[in-house]
């Protein structure tokens, strides 16, 4: 009879525990379970296997997903059988549908926003909503995935110690080329994407602007069929593009950190051509002349140039 007992008592006791280990599941998946908040989802740049389990989860999940391109997200939550309802979120919406977006989360709906490609915000629509949703005390949660510039960083071979990330390069001439001037001397790699059809032009003034030997990498297609990697002086990838019938596909463009030399003559025309030329006088012990055609050649101008301004200053 005690056996019998004990035995019922086992039996109750694990009928216990496994009701309490159900409920602490579903409790864990509950509190997993996507809420009323803003979910800044990462898509694959390029590979559909470049998700995270996170990602298709939370997109299965939300009450719908906000998307640059409807058609284009279209084809991952097909290909993943998500059957979440989408919404239209672009630039040319997004100030109207920003408002809509937030009203529905306080409202108790969860949203799920997403790019044709990579980090929502990145180069790509986002903030307009991310800032209204935080200013009205909506969560926001990042939900971390693929993006291209980082991609193309860490296998460009260029340092990554300290790198700065830019977005496009302005697609006017002279201000794309003050734009490369404001990171002649820079100390760290530079990251800029670029549109295929400007690329010839954007490497033309990244050699006469910081000259043909900087290391510049061209990352094209990044993570897709025809993904490659160009790396060298800047002139050589020049006469590589031009070489080419024509550039496609999206690009990342990476220009290496300013080598000690160049770092000297950027640092060298901050000063004026007279108190230049005084310097090196001084330092190298050398005549006017011979100070004259150095300050030149660190400037990139003629010397009969260097001469007229070094007069002026007189």
Known sequence: MKDTEREFEDSEAETQAKTRGEKTVAGRRAAASAGPALYLVGTPIGNLEDITLRALRLLKEVDVIACEDTRQTQKLLNHYAIGTRTTSYHEHNEMTKSVELVKQMQEGASVALVTDAGMPGISDPGYRLIALAIRHRVPVVPIPGASAFLAALVASGLPMDSFRFSGFLPAKRGE???ALVAIKSSPRTQVFYEAPHRAVEALSDVCEVLGEARHVVIAREVTKLHEEFLRGRASELLENLKSREAVKGEITLLIGKAEETG???????RVSVRQRVEQIMAEE???EKAALKKVAKERGVSKSEAYREWQRSR
Do not use: G, Q, Y
């Not at 770092?263 to 025309?269: F, G, Q, T, Y």
């Open 176 to 178: 794309r080329r003050a």
């Open 263 to 269: 770092m000297r003559a950027a640092e060298a025309s």
């Open 285 to 287: 012990k050398v005549d």
